[in-house]
C-alpha cells in the first residue's frame, strides 16, 4: 500500500527567506506525486505534480518539487516565501493516476514579518 | 470560472439524523471524487465515479454512506445516522481523465452534536 510521510507538523519561517517543506513517500512501483495548499476552511489547490520525466517540477506561484528516487521524496520549495504563503501544505501519492491519492498529515507553513 | 461546487457548506447535526451533500463538477469533467478530511490530518479518499458508475469504494466508506452520481453529473453523498465520528470536512474533487489535475471543491463541513 502506499503511503506519505510529512515529518514537520508545523514550520516557522520569514518572509523572503526560502522555504524546503519535506516529503517522503512509500510505493512501489513509479508513483504519481502532488503538492496541494491548503488555507484555513478551503479546499485544496494544485501547487504542482510529477508523471514522470524531468525530475525537477515547477509549479505556481513559484513553487517547484524534485523528484528523487533513490530517497523516495518530494520536496517542496521556494527561493522566497511570501506572507501570503501562509497555509497547510500537502503531499500525496497516486498509483495508477488520480483515483485514489493518499495524502500526508500535512505541514503548516506560518510566516513572520 | 465555476469551479467544483459543494452544498451545504456547513451543516449541523444531531446525532442519528441523516445527512446529504450535493457536489457539482466541473462541467464535462467524467471523474468525480469523495475525500473526507478530519482536524489535523490530510484528506483521506472514500470513493469515485467515473461517469455514473461508483469504480471504487473505501473501507472508510461504511455502510451508513451511499454516493451516487445518477447521470454523470452531480454527486451526492449521504450519510444516515450519522455519529460523532462522522464530523469532518467532505471533499469532492474532479477531473476530465486519468491522469489530469484533480480539482477541490471548498468542501462540506459536518459537524455533529
Known amino acids: 500500500a502506499q503511503s506519505v510521510t510529512q515529518p514537520d507538523i508545523h514550520i516557522t519561517v520569514s518572509e523572503g527567506a526560502s522555504l524546503e517543506l519535506r516529503c517522503n513517500y512509500s510505493y512501489g512501483a513509479t508513483p504519481y506525486l502532488f503538492w496541494y495548499v491548503q488555507s484555513p476552511g478551503q479546499g485544496l489547490q494544485l501547487l504542482l505534480k510529477y508523471f514522470s520525466g524531468d525530475t525537477l517540477v515547477q509549479g505556481i506561484k513559484g513553487f517547484e518539487a524534485e523528484f528523487k528516487r533513490s530517497q523516495s521524496s518530494f520536496n517542496l520549495r521556494k527561493p522566497s516565501v511570501h506572507w501570503s504563503d501562509a497555509a497547510e501544505y500537502f503531499c500525496?501519492?497516486?498509483?495508477?493516476?488520480?483515483?485514489?491519492?493518499?495524502f500526508g498529515t500535512g505541514t503548516r507553513l506560518t510566516i513572520i514579518p | 470560472d465555476t469551479g467544483v461546487s459543494q452544498d451545504p457548506r456547513h451543516k449541523i447535526t444531531k446525532r442519528g439524523q441523516n445527512v446529504t451533500f450535493r457536489c457539482d463538477p466541473i462541467s464535462e469533467h467524467n471523474r468525480l471524487y469523495w475525500y473526507r478530511q478530519t482536524l489535523g490530518q490530510g484528506p483521506e479518499f472514500l470513493t469515485y465515479?467515473?461517469?455514473?458508475?461508483?469504480?471504487?469504494k473505501s473501507r472508510l466508506l461504511s455502510d451508513r454512506f451511499s454516493a451516487e452520481r445518477p447521470k454523470g453529473s452531480f454527486s451526492t453523498l449521504e450519510i444516515q445516522r450519522t455519529e460523532q465520528g462522522d464530523s469532518a470536512m467532505y471533499l469532492c474533487?474532479?477531473?476530465?481523465?486519468?491522469?489530469?489535475?484533480?480539482?477541490f471543491g471548498e468542501g462540506s463541513w459536518l459537524t455533529v452534536v
Open positions: 465515479f467515473q461517469n455514473e458508475a461508483q469504480l471504487e
Open positions: 500525496a501519492v497516486g498509483a495508477t493516476g488520480n483515483e485514489k491519492l493518499t
Open positions: 474533487a474532479s477531473s476530465f481523465s486519468s491522469g489530469n489535475t484533480i480539482y
